[in-house]
Nanobody, 120 residues
Framework: QVQLMESGGGLVQAGGSLRLSCAAS????????MGWFRQAPGKEREFVAR????????FYSDSVKGRFTISRDNVKNTVYLQMNSLKPEDTAVYYC?????????????WGQGTQVTVSS
């Protein structure tokens, strides 16, 4: 019923930029919380960024702070991740996630992921 679909991944050179998008769809679903995660080969999934429905409260991991920006369009039910100054260590499969609560950090739905590869 609830589906998330990421797009915008690809291959870029170090120092370049990419913008990821994740569209949420589903009957009677409202995403109070949306976030981005990533998983590199041989590593555990790690948190990247999250944003609440109001758009006024965001949080980033230290590794991407100052380089990545998360935003959302509630009319389109879409969350974005603008990635600048990309580094080879940013290479990973990026997943978006969504939760219905507006007060609890809980992710109920996950996308299939999109590959981001940063070459040196």
């Amino acid at each position: 019923q609830v589906q998330l679909m990421e797009s915008g991944g690809g291959l870029v050179q170090a120092g370049g930029s990419l913008r990821l998008s994740c569209a949420a769809s589903g009957r009677t679903f409202s995403s109070g919380l949306m976030g981005w995660f990533r998983q590199a080969p041989g590593k555990e999934r790690e948190f990247v960024a999250r944003i609440w429905r109001s758009g006024g409260s965001t949080f980033y991991s230290d590794s991407v702070k100052g380089r990545f920006t998360i935003s959302r369009d509630n009319v389109k039910n879409t969350v974005y991740l603008q990635m600048n100054s990309l580094k080879p260590e940013d290479t990973a499969v990026y997943y978006c996630a969504a939760g219905s609560s507006m007060v609890i950090i809980r992710y109920d739905y996950w996308g299939q992921g999109t590959q981001v590869t940063v070459s040196s």
